[in-house]
């Protein structure tokens, strides 16, 4: 079993940035691709980010492509997203997850494990 936990959410004015943590416990990371996706009030889950297993690759939602970066520390077993440039549609509840490869995490087809979540606010 794995344990993900959020956190580095709040909220920030637009064009601010913000940096989530996502730590794993109960099993080494560096096993599964990383990705996060984010829940708008109304809307659905979205992806938005993924990493694979060494860190070597990345993809991301055309939303967000420029202004945010994954990233993983797998010695911290932890999964960053640094988001720069935030707008007020960026707004959302950010979830990490752990699949077992990046294809099936960036399409939702195959996810092991989701956090809780984290709110991210951004203020117009």
């Known amino acids: 079993q794995v344990q993900l936990v959020e956190s580095g959410g709040g909220l920030v004015q637009a064009g601010g940035s913000l940096r989530l943590s996502c730590a794993a416990s109960?099993?080494?990371?560096?096993?599964?691709?990383m990705g996060w996706f984010r829940q708008a009030a109304g809307n659905e889950r979205e992806f938005v980010a993924v990493?694979?297993?060494?860190?070597?690759?990345?993809y991301y939602s055309d939303s967000v492509t420029g202004r945010f970066t994954i990233s993983r520390d797998n010695a911290k077993n932890t999964v960053y997203l640094q988001m720069n440039s935030l707008k007020p549609e960026d707004t959302a509840v950010y979830y990490c997850?752990?699949?077992?490869?990046?294809?099936?995490?960036?399409?939702?087809?195959?996810?092991?494990?989701w956090g809780q979540g984290t709110q991210v606010t951004v203020s117009s």
């Open positions: 109960g099993r080494t990371l560096g096993t599964y691709a």
């Open positions: 990493i694979s297993q060494t860190g070597g690759r990345t």
């Open positions: 997850a752990a699949g077992p490869r990046s294809s099936t995490v960036v399409a939702g087809t195959k996810i092991n494990y």
